[in-house]
């Protein structure tokens, strides 16, 4: 049945005179947009795909390698996010020759569709950061909520299949948070306590994103005091993303389409204050003082350059007693390398993995071959992530990971 | 037979046994997907199997990885028959698009979990968009 407007192009590809991938592509748009009452296409600047290989499985890459028999290609830029091995680095984590090959496929396939290689859930502060009004069809829930409310882009979360069909026709289904309605708050809060540290700004989002509760809420937050950096509202949004799969926020006087309460139409909300014991109550979920955990663990998002130098001068010079693994983009990597920040790091006894992030590197199965349990981070994302897959997460701030690396405890 | 009015779905046709609960879903979080029961302690469904029956359920959430995930799910055959919400979220939607899943939300007469209940009957039909309680 098909509801939608399709303009000539849309029409042709549906019609299968722009290839049978195309046809693929714009027919699965249409089913996705009648299910949420589109109206009709909106064209996309780019497009980023979540697939890593624990998801995507062997059904997911024969499914891709079909693609290319069609000679699928994308039309507009598309990059990925994190894969799940790093193809440097994977039998040293007990990840298995059977993953690498799935792997491997999987980037063979992209590589011939014309998809960029990237590899990074921090694509908005390294590749090209989206603009005010720019539609595009991301994947990863940290890169869609980032985007939307930091730069003002508008998307929604697009799944893995989702984001490819994006990247082969050039256009999206026009429903969510294409619409300006759609944007507009659906909650208010009111924070006292400002958050000082990468984690702490975590937590708030954790927090928020929990009360907030569903996609289709959008919290809109008064009383931060002071515009935070990249990287802190990075964590911010992450975290509420992950524990609310909340895809866009707003804070008053700070990110751009909220220069005013009025501007989201925020005037006529309850307000509702995030406490102390809120903030508190979140962390009481994750582990303190005195655990001795398994390994430490900073990703989720990928670090930053300047995330990878704070990193660095924490461990330079030290021997660390526990497993530490960094995880960033490749094109911090090379940056990092560069600047002499990755040898300063491992150097300490930690690893810098390249191109992945923790949770989808099958977090499962190099848990149990690396005997890790307990694990500590700083990233309230990841903590919530990794309950689910046998493990026991601590939460502390950089700096205190470091020093229960070094210590051999959280101290 | 009492028939339910629903948003228009994606996917056939179908028609097989419910499997209710005042929960929500994710595919990474909540499922052992190799055995197809519920995995997670703390849904409502843990321990329970969920090939072939048809879930009903409050809503999606969690990250973007469902969407692969139920394509995959499928092709090994231990996948639910359908699944039907209250409110669905993009992810879920377009992993069924994509693994050709029946699935149906935004009911005319309320809740979903407490209008059906485990082990009746059902049929779905998305294009129409109508669930009939046999």
Redesign the interface.
Known sequence: ?L?MNLNDEEKAMLAGEMGSARQWAID?QI??G???DATDMVPVSQAHM???P???????V??MEGMVRAEAKVCIPMITDPRGVDLNYYRPLGQTEDMATIERRFVAACESMGIMMTNTCVNYQTIMPPLLGDHVAY???GVVIYSNSVCGARS???????ALAAGLTGRTPRY?LHLDARRQATKRFNVSQQPQELTDWGVLGAVIGRLAG???EVPVIEGIEKVPTSDEIKHFGAAM??YG?TPLFHIVGITPEAPTLDAVGGNSLPSQKISDDDLQALRANFGTKGEKPDVVVFAAPQLSLVEMATVSRLVAGQSLKLPMIVCTSPQVYADARRMGLIDTIENSGAKVLEGTCFY?QYAREIGEANGWVNLLSNSAKIVN?LG?YGYRPALASMQDCVNAAIEGEIV | MKVLKC????GPKVRGEALVADDNFSA??DLDRIKGVFS?PQHKLAGQSYKDRILVLN???????????L??M???GVTPKAILFN?????L???A??ADLT?CDRFADGDVTRLIKTGDQIEIDP?AGEVRIL
Do not use: C
């Not at chain 1, 929604?156 to 989702?162: I, L, Q, T, V």
């Open positions: 049945m509801i699965h089913k996705v009648n299910f949420f979540m697939a890593d624990e998801s995507v499985g062997e059904a997911g024969d499914f994947g990863d829930t929604n979360f697009e799944g893995g299949p989702s969510g569903s996609y289709w993303a992950s799969s989808n992530i689910g | 948003h228009v779905g994606v990474r979080y997670r809503t999606a959430k969690g990250g973007v990885a469902s969407a692969w995930m394509h995959e499928k092709l090994r409110e669905a979220n993009t992810i939607v377009q992993g698009a994509l699935m294009q």
